[in-house]
């Protein structure tokens, strides 16, 4: 129920979460209606994931605090509906310093995790294959020289070895490829709205140098998870008034358009197919394939059931992403600072800073879902 009271003193428990839901309403209805009409509001949370999430990512901040990794961030949301069912903001909400800043949706630079967006238009394209080879060498696209995570060059390599190792030099040839304004309008279908299709990004784009935030990554990931279907993320499922009586959207509004009422009655603007079944498939069988990664990540994203997984590491190591899923349950994270100090490198890569926030949610949600293909 919708509660003008102070914040802190009425929310233990996702107050992230909350105030997203709650920033909706007032754009939506405003303050005074919800308060005079005393909403209650259903939310898309899922309360024990919710409160192992949190745990999790606090836990493994503090872990990390020595290796000036100050902040985190997690997000969960189911593939087939678009439904929150986690998100945590920071990793203690009472951090005077960065606790009330939700980095679940801030925008941030994703890294390589970005990378598989840009793959997915070029197989569905057909410019490539997962057996095309691509050269992973010394090479300058018009002046600009890539290098890779390790500095390392491998000769000629296919689709499949360089995106689940995540090897740059092959990602901007594919790039190259696709052309910047086709990566980015893929990802605008994919829900990324932070990218100005105005701006210069140039081919480093495809390792993740425009800001989007951990809500979005995650969520364009539901596309692979769900065969190249798009959901609108939903953070509402019903809404009452204090007589237990339905709030109606108005006409053109916000909620209206993302049909939160209803979650059987999708509309087209809520539901699109926007990545072919094959290129969906693909990418999941890449990003799936842990001997095709051991090469450089070994085994440390794998978990006890089938599952995609991708990192992505900024320069300087001032974000650290991994993003994975399986056909039920998508979940990204964050590891940072919200200030942009760079964490030590040592230990705060997507492999070590946040996949291990991911692979104890991810096991902890799964626990008792039989394993399904992927």
Known sequence: TYNPAPFEETNTLAPHFALYVKDQLIKEYGEERIIREGFQVKTTLNRPWQEYAEQTVKNRITNLSWNKAGNGAAVAIDPKNGEIAVMVGSHDWNDERWGKANMAVTPRQPGSSFKPIVYADALQEEVITPATILEDKEKSFNGYEPKNYDERFRGEVTVRRALANSLNIPAVEVMDMVGVSSALSM???????????????????????????????????????????YHQPKSVIEIKNKYDETVSA??????????????????????????????????????????????????????????????????????ALTI????????????????NTPMNPKIASGITGASTIWNKVMTYVLRNKADEQI
Request: a negative charge.
């Open 324 to 339: 994975g899923y399986t056909p039920d349950l998508v979940i990204g994270v964050w590891v940072g600072n919200n200030d």
């Open 250 to 319: 108005d006409n053109n509004s916000i909620f209206s358009k993302l049909n939160i009422f209803n979650l059987f009655k999708q509309n087209p603007d809520d539901v699109q197919s926007v990545l072919s079944q094959d290129a969906a498939f693909l990418i999941t069988s890449i990003l799936s394939d842990n001997n095709a990664r051991a090469e450089v990540f070994g085994g440390a994203l794998t978990l006890s059931r089938p599952a995609a997984v991708k990192t992505g590491t900024t320069e300087d190591y001032r974000d």
């Open 187 to 229: 990802a605008k279908k994919m829900g990324i709205t932070t990218l100005n299709e105005s701006t210069d990004y140039g081919l480093p784009l495809v390792l993740g140098t425009g800001e989007i935030p951990l809500i979005e990554m995650t969520n364009a990931y539901t596309v692979f998870a769900n065969e190249g279907i």
